[in-house]
């Protein structure tokens, strides 16, 4: 893959419940497949604890490295809620009472609950700007390419389609699926051949066990949609000459997907 | 949390299809669960892509720092399998056709199927130990502190089984719930101070909503039971100071947790 104008982002998903097993992340895969479909690749995710110095660590080094940088969990009112402050710290700043912030949870918190830990969840780091909570007021913030979200999945998700058309995507990455039921160590060789002959397409082998039978979807991925064609064409070629035949991949019940494996 | 004769691990989730969204990854929650049962803390899980030096620069920053390296996925017969050869290059190792692994694969895998890509699977470092793949033979292996297993969830866990008696765990992290209706911005405060008198302990609080209401899960986590049952006293406590009721965890509908929240 050429490099060149690649817009990147990386994840960091914030919480030592998702560490310690009890809470199953429900974002990254959401994040992954609305990224890629804006033409912005996610190049690394991480999960880290609740641990200041992981997270002011993890923040400065992904957004001196990707053009994004996306953070879930961490932004609510409990003393385990530290994200707005590791991002402050990160970018050396100081946090204070965003007045549109506060004024928003005054909106939605009767004044009689409003106490000092739920204000808390007013304060962002100097320089920052809100990013909009449609679902419980209490907004995340964009600071530099950093956007600090919610880690509760439905309000992750309102946040994130909010601040989604203030993203520049590059060139979309675009995927044509062939699949066969041929096994992956049959089309191995013949397909790193394939491979070797498009360094711009990244071909990827999935397989896959259908009703008994043992298969593989092979994804190729790129910007240049006629390349991708080609590939896809040299691809149902060499499954025809190995004996199998190309299907659409839409025929492959999704739940069955890599249950078994044969090579 | 102090950190003496703690044991740590960090899983490397390795592909693009996790990064793309297209495959939603199954393998970290699973073995944070399993890992924290064994008094093991899961301290760090990256998702990468199938790039060689990231790969290699990750094993390496990851065995350094941790106790044990998990890594899922890339050890097939397709071009895009490249974990192997990355692990050997991270410990400066050759890799080389392990005899026993061919013999596995014989074992498997009729002769007029095995050719050389199917062969690749008995390639690993030398010096690792192979772990043994009770679903489909392939073995993952053992180099140094890093453990390289499948992607495929069920061969993932397999493997995982049978070297899971070979891991030397710390002490165990024990956790005692304790929730009730009180939104987490009523209980922080006194949380907050609960926390800071023990700071062996670490206190998350979980929103949930059930039935319309919103209250929040308090979990205590440590290794020294005595200690977690008198902050959960704690925290009985200040729920019915609050004038809230500490409930049974148990009884609330895990499908309901996090889907809305309050304050």
Redo the contacts between chains.
Sequence with gaps: MSENSTVTACCLIIG??????????AN?????????DMGI??????????VEE?IIDAVNEAREKYTYVFTTGGI?????DITSLCVAKAFGVEIYRNPEAKALLESF?PVE?L????L??ADVPVGSTLIENP??K?PGFQMGNVYVM??????MRAMFDGLAAGLVGGKK?E?IAVASYLP??????P??EI?DGHPNV??????FFRAGNFGCTL?S?GTDMDELEAVAEEVRQMIIELGGEPINEDLITPAEV??????
């Design positions: 030592n419940e998702v560490l310690s097993g009890r809470t199953k992340d990254l895969g959401w994040l992954a497949e609305r990224l890629t690749r996610m190049a690394e995710a991480r999960v880290i604890p609740d992981v609510g009112p409990t003393h385990d918190i609950r106490n000092e830990a739920r808390k969840m679902v419980s209490a919610a880690g509760v999945p439905s309000i990455m995927s992956e160590g049959t089309v191995a060789a397909l790193g491979q990244e071909i990827g082998s999935y397989p994804i991925r890599t249950n078994e494996k044969d090579y």
